[in-house]
C-alpha cells in the first residue's frame, strides 16, 4: 500500500514523491493565496482502507485528517510546503461554508446545466466534477439554509429533485486529489480571476433544477 495506516507519514517507503509534492503544494498555494480558500489536509484510501486509521472508517480518503492544522487563506508557498511536508501524500480538501457553498448534482446534468448557463452570459464560479459522477457548482456561502425556500420560490420545492447544496461543517475534495481511491477530481471550470467569487445560488438554482427535472423524466 502507498500509506501507513495511522502515521501521519502517509506514503511509505524512503521514496519521497517530490514531483508530486511540489505540485501539491503549488495547487495549495494557489488555493490560499490566489483565491482565499483554506486548504485541510486529507486523507487517503487505497484498497478500501483510510489512512486515517480508523477500520470502521465510513468514509475512505474522502474526510480532514483531525490530527493535521489547516493551511489558511493568504498563506504563501513555502508555508504550504512546511504543511504538506508533514503530511506528504494528503489529499486537499477544502471547507465548505465560508467562501463558497456547493450545489451538487448528477455529472450529466451539470454538464448540460453547464453549457446552458454560460449560453445565457450568467455569472459563474469553479464547478469541478467527481470520480462519483457528480457535479459541483461553487456558489455564495449562505446557499445551504437558503435552498429550501429558494426552491420554494421557483416551484421547485414539490419536485423530486437529485439536487443537494453542501454548507457549513462538510468538506470537499479539491482537484486534483484522489477522492476515496476512485480517481481524482478534475475542474470543468477551473477557478480563474473572473470565477473565483461564487455567485449568488439563486442565479443558477432554476437552470440546475430544470436540467435535473428533465434528466429524471427522460430516466423514467
Known amino acids: ?9 502517509i506514503l511509505s517507503g524512503s521514496r519521497r514523491r517530490t514531483g508530486r509534492t511540489t505540485a501539491e503544494c503549488t495547487a495549495v498555494a494557489e488555493y490560499t493565496g490566489l483565491w482565499g480558500w483554506d486548504v485541510v489536509p486529507g486523507a487517503r ?24 492544522p489547516e493551511v489558511p487563506a493568504g498563506a504563501t508557498l513555502d508555508h504550504a510546503a512546511r504543511a504538506w511536508a508533514r503530511f ?13 457553498d456547493v450545489l451538487e448534482v448528477a455529472e450529466a446534468a451539470g454538464r448540460r446545466a453547464l453549457v446552458r448557463l454560460e449560453r445565457m452570459g450568467l455569472p459563474l464560479g469553479p464547478v469541478c466534477v ?17 435552498l429550501p425556500q429558494l ?26 486529489s484522489d477522492m476515496g ?33 428533465r434528466s429524471a423524466a427522460g430516466a423514467a
Open 1 to 9: 500500500m502507498g500509506f501507513t495506516i495511522g502515521a501521519t507519514r
Open 45 to 68: 484510501a487505497a484498497a478500501g482502507r483510510c489512512s486515517c486509521g480508523d477500520d470502521s472508517c465510513t468514509a475512505p480518503g474522502a474526510h480532514p485528517l483531525s490530527f493535521a
Open 88 to 100: 506528504p501524500g494528503a489529499s486537499m480538501m477544502l471547507p465548505v461554508g465560508r467562501a463558497f
Open 130 to 146: 467527481t470520480p462519483t459522477g457528480r457535479a459541483r457548482f461553487f456558489v455564495a456561502p449562505g446557499a445551504a439554509a437558503q
Open 151 to 176: 426552491l420554494y420560490r421557483m416551484g421547485w420545492d414539490d419536485a423530486d429533485l437529485d439536487l443537494l447544496c453542501l454548507g457549513a461543517g462538510t468538506h470537499i475534495t479539491a482537484p486534483p
Open 181 to 213: 481511491g476512485r480517481g481524482p477530481v478534475r475542474w470543468l471550470r477551473a477557478p480563474a480571476p473572473d470565477t473565483c467569487a461564487p455567485p449568488q445560488a439563486r442565479l443558477l438554482l432554476g437552470t440546475l433544477a430544470y436540467i435535473c427535472h
